[in-house]
Structures are given as C-alpha cells and as structure tokens.
C-alpha cells in the first residue's frame, strides 16, 4: 500500500465550527487530491495541489479551503461545517500525471457534521 | 462535457458468473481509463487501465472493453468470486504531459456488485 494516512478516520463536529483534515504521504509524490465520496455521486475532487503552494480548484470546492507548506502534507479546511459536508473523505497521491496517471487513495475520513 | 456516466448502479450476480459494468463520457480529450475497486472501509484501489490507442485490455479476470466511436468502455468479470464484491468505479482524464490536467480524474457514479456463493 502507498504509504498515505489520513487524520482522524471519524469526526463528529456541529454545523458551523471549522474542521481541518490532514494527509500525510511517504511516497514524495508531487500531486495531492482530496475528494469527497457520496452514495450516487460517486468520487468528486475538491481541490488537488500540484507542488508545495501549489493548489487549486476541482468541481466542488465552495465551502472548503486547502494548503500545502510541505510535499508530505495536505490539509483540508472546513471554514465554517454544513450538514452538507457530511461525507467519506479520501485524499489522493500520484507521482505524475502523464502515464501511468495511476493515483493512489488513502484510507478515508468519516465526517458527520450535526 | 466532463461527466462520466456508469451504470449499472447496483448488480447482483451468482458465482462464476460475467458481470459487465458500463461507462460512458463525452470529453474526446479524455485519453486515459482506469477502473477502481473499492472494498467497504477502504479507499478505492487502481484495478486496470486502458488507453484508448487499444480495443482491450486483461489482467487475470478483469478485462476493459474500449469503444473510441462511440466514446464508451466497459469492465467484464470473468468467472466472479465472492471475494469480486465491492464497489467498481470507472474514471477518465486527461495526459496532456505539458498542459494543466494535473492527473485530475473524472469519476463515474459508482456500482456496487454483489456476487453470491
């Protein structure tokens, strides 16, 4: 397995508190992704990173903030939790974008925001 | 244009059985395919991939049909297991090595198979 966590695995917060999500990777990969998972909706990428301050918007990005001061992290930001931020939570990695383009998912965070 | 569609959204199958998952896209520039397999707890898993300069691809029982034309590709089962149940996800992207798609993926909505014993 990629060596990529995630942290926490499960958070319960209430509506309107900001909550932050952490990745943290070993592999050094340059590209970093964080997506959210809902039944129907399958995976949708929020924002992804390319390079250390290097980040920028994917298709559901209203609501959620990210950054990366170093390689191995990167950080997801709630400013302000909505009910409807209540997902899984995967964070990807992938050495290159070109070929084989393969990413590699960590293993999730539960959010519950009440 | 950067929707994928997969269907079908659930599939119920005996052992030894083919179940054929089906994606769809409309962005010609997608040039890359990859399939994921996700147990329940777990984060989705690369399975196989297909470039579309090629019709098929296998790797042990998983095989991807490709159809440029009609911009559709499809994932077969041979022989399901038991231990096949989980949820498949197809994806499409782009390599453009000196453009800006950064490896982003597309995503269907997901399927989730049962195979019974």
């Known amino acids: 397995d990629a060596g990529i966590t995630q942290s926490p695995r499960h958070k319960v917060t209430e509506t309107g508190t900001p909550v932050t999500l952490r990745c943290h990777q070993t592999?050094?990969?340059?590209?970093m992704y964080w997506y959210r998972q809902d039944p129907g909706h399958g995976l949708r990428l929020i924002h992804y990173?390319?390079?250390?301050?290097?980040?920028d918007k994917g298709e559901v990005s209203d609501g959620y903030s990210v950054s990366r001061s170093k390689t191995e992290d990167f950080l997801l930001t709630l400013e302000s939790a909505t009910s409807s931020q209540t997902s899984v939570y995967f964070c990807?990695?992938?050495?290159?974008?070109?070929?084989?383009?393969?990413?590699?998912f960590g293993p999730g965070t539960r959010l519950l925001v009440l | 244009q950067q929707q994928v569609k997969q269907s079908p959204q659930s599939l119920i199958v005996q052992k030894g059985g083919i179940p054929i998952i089906n994606c769809a896209y409309e962005?010609?520039?997608?040039?890359?395919f990859p399939w994921y397999q996700q147990f329940p707890g777990k984060g989705p898993a690369l399975l196989i991939a297909?470039?579309?300069?090629?019709s098929e691809k296998k790797e042990g029982r998983f095989t991807i049909s490709f159809n440029k034309s009609a911009k559709q590709f499809s994932l077969h089962i041979m022989d399901s297991q038991p231990g096949d149940s989980a949820t498949y996800f197809c994806?499409?992207?782009?390599?453009?090595?000196?453009?800006?798609?950064?490896?982003?993926?597309?995503f269907g909505q997901g399927t989730i198979l049962t195979v019974h014993p």
């Open positions: 297909i470039r579309p300069d090629v």
């Open positions: 962005n010609t520039a997608f040039d890359y």
């Open positions: 994806a499409a992207g782009t390599s453009n090595a000196g453009g800006t798609s950064y490896g982003k993926l597309t």
């Open positions: 990173s390319y390079g250390v301050k290097d980040t």
């Open positions: 592999e050094n990969h340059r590209y």
């Open positions: 990807a990695i992938s050495e290159s974008p070109v070929s084989p383009g393969t990413q590699y």
